[in-house]
């Protein structure tokens, strides 16, 4: 009986230092910010992830090293560059196809549009920070997309009535043919919408 109460008693002990030692030991969370208002919270489990994905906590007491991003920011503005480039030989084709006369409406009729669909995109940025607070991410959703279309398919309908039929097809097919050339040559490429 001795026996068995020392060994109850051990086995207790044991289960009672695990849980201590668990509770004690609570994965970690850092707030890992980046550049955009989105927090990632990372947590330090208790298996081994490769070295990409660790995340490294700084040491109480030292300040955390500022990383040196400049061949980042270099190859955004590179890349930015490259998008004006290929926007601007866009334009210049439209154009071509438009016309000089109705060429200032077309460019018009784009701000609009790209106005339009930023204020859509406010509009339902604003709709979900009601509904979720100021701290969510989302990723574009099929409404988003769909309410931008619809914005798109009626800025193309009044320039369908602008440079009549016979340009709008010729528009149509340059545009189409030029965004296919974007994607072949450009991992990150624009695509023209209007």
Request: without cysteine.
């Amino acid at each position: 009986m001795k026996k068995k109460v020392i060994i109850i008693i051990f086995i207790l002990l044991i289960s009672v230092g695990w849980f201590v030692y668990r509770a004690l030991r609570v994965p970690l969370e850092k707030v890992v910010e980046t550049d955009s208002d989105i927090k990632v919270i990372a947590t330090n489990t208790f298996t081994i992830a490769p070295p990409s994905l660790k995340v490294h906590a700084p040491i109480a007491g030292t300040a955390p090293e500022e990383k040196k991003n400049y061949r980042v920011r270099e190859t955004e503005d590179e890349q930015f560059e490259v998008f004006d480039k290929l926007e601007s030989a866009w334009l210049l084709k439209a154009q071509e196809i438009i016309g000089a006369d109705k060429y200032a409406l077309y460019l018009d009729m784009r701000n609009r549009n790209e106005k339009e669909k930023m204020q859509a995109y406010k509009e339902y940025h604003d709709y979900l920070r009601q509904k979720y607070g100021d701290k969510f991410s989302y990723n574009i959703t099929d409404d988003q997309s769909a309410r931008e279309k619809q914005i798109n398919q009626r800025y193309l309908k009044d320039l369908l009535k602008l440079i009549g039929p016979e340009k709008f097809k010729n528009y149509t097919a340059t545009k189409d043919q030029f965004n296919e050339e974007m994607r072949r040559k450009n991992k990150e490429s624009i695509q023209i919408e209007f």
